[in-house]
């Protein structure tokens, strides 16, 4: 975008005051299920990067990214908290050890991958690539969940007799 170090430094400062109050905030999803709770915030991260793919225009970027902190500052919460309710507690340690193990390299993986990205097609077209496709992870991870659902259910219905609506 071709804007000085200070915007960039006011770009990382909405992130930073959204995500510090996203992450506050937290406490106010403890009785939303989490998972789509988890699915929301992937794709509301998705969507508040469409602002910085789809223009150059300063406000509206920088409301994307504060908006996108708010939205992902409850992320690192909520997945852990799935990982310790879902994990027997003799392998909690081993699976948050294997998960610190995966997104650390990938981490480092998105940037290798960015950089040359960034060099073919630009930083806001990169920015736009990164939105979409978060946003169909998003749907993606929904998909699988209501399939796992729609799955379990008909077991259910099936052992006591009954037929049910399936909801998400």
């Not at 699976?95 to 990938?106: F, I, K, M, Q, W």
């Not at 630009?122 to 169909?136: E, K, M, N, P």
Request: net charge positive.
């Amino acid at each position: 975008m071709h804007g000085s170090p200070g915007l960039l430094g006011l770009y990382w400062t909405v992130f930073g005051i959204g995500a510090t109050a996203g992450a506050l905030g937290a406490a106010l999803l403890r009785h939303r299920p989490p998972w789509p709770v988890l699915v929301s915030i992937i794709v509301g991260w998705g969507a508040a990067l469409l602002p910085l793919g789809l223009t150059d225009a300063v406000v509206p970027g920088l409301v994307g990214l504060a908006l996108g902190g708010l939205v992902y500052g409850p992320f690192t919460a909520i997945s852990t908290a799935l990982f310790q309710r879902d994990t027997p507690p003799q392998a909690l340690s081993r699976v948050l050890a294997a998960r610190s193990a995966l997104t650390t390299p990938a981490t480092a993986l998105g940037t290798l991958v960015g950089g040359p990205v960034v060099a073919a097609v630009g930083g806001r077209h990169t920015l736009l690539i990164s939105a979409v496709l978060t946003i169909a992870l998003g749907a993606g991870v929904a998909a699988a969940l209501r399939l796992a659902r729609f799955r379990r259910e008909p077991a259910r219905t099936r052992s006591s007799g009954r037929t049910s609506t399936i909801r998400a």
